[in-house]
């Protein structure tokens, strides 16, 4: 299984991203997909998830500026990106679990928001 993330890029403070992962090679439908980020000598921090049945978390800093969305069945994720701040600068991964709670990671695409 191999997870394509696209969508990141150069963005004025206040703009907006959308961030897209697609799955290939599953045959199984997913059961939390998600999106992580890092930002520069941070640690890996989960930004919000998306469960089968449709509940969301969202991380506090983003909450109400992040939209995840997606497709269980099709192992697509969305995150929608508004008013972004400096400070949401990071390498962003998407993730998926499957029902066996294995982990597939895409390879990540940077955002890079200026003040």
């Known amino acids: 299984v191999q997870l394509q993330a696209s969508g990141g890029g150069l963005v004025q403070a206040g703009g907006s991203l959308r961030l897209s992962c697609a799955a290939s090679?599953?045959?199984?439908?997913?059961?939390?997909m998600g999106w992580y980020r890092q930002a520069p000598g941070k640690q890996r921090e989960r930004v919000a998830v998306?469960?089968?049945?449709?509940?969301?978390i969202y991380l506090d800093s983003v909450q109400g500026r992040f939209t995840i969305s997606g497709d269980h069945a099709k192992n697509t994720v969305y995150l929608q990106m508004n008013s972004l701040k400096p400070e949401d600068t990071a390498v962003y991964y998407c993730?998926?679990?499957?029902?066996?709670?294995?982990?597939?990671w895409g390879q990540g695409t940077l955002v890079t928001v200026s003040s």
């Open positions: 993730n998926i679990r499957d029902w066996y709670a294995s982990d597939y």
């Open positions: 090679g599953s045959t199984f439908s997913s059961l939390i």
């Open positions: 998306i469960s089968s049945g449709g509940n969301t």
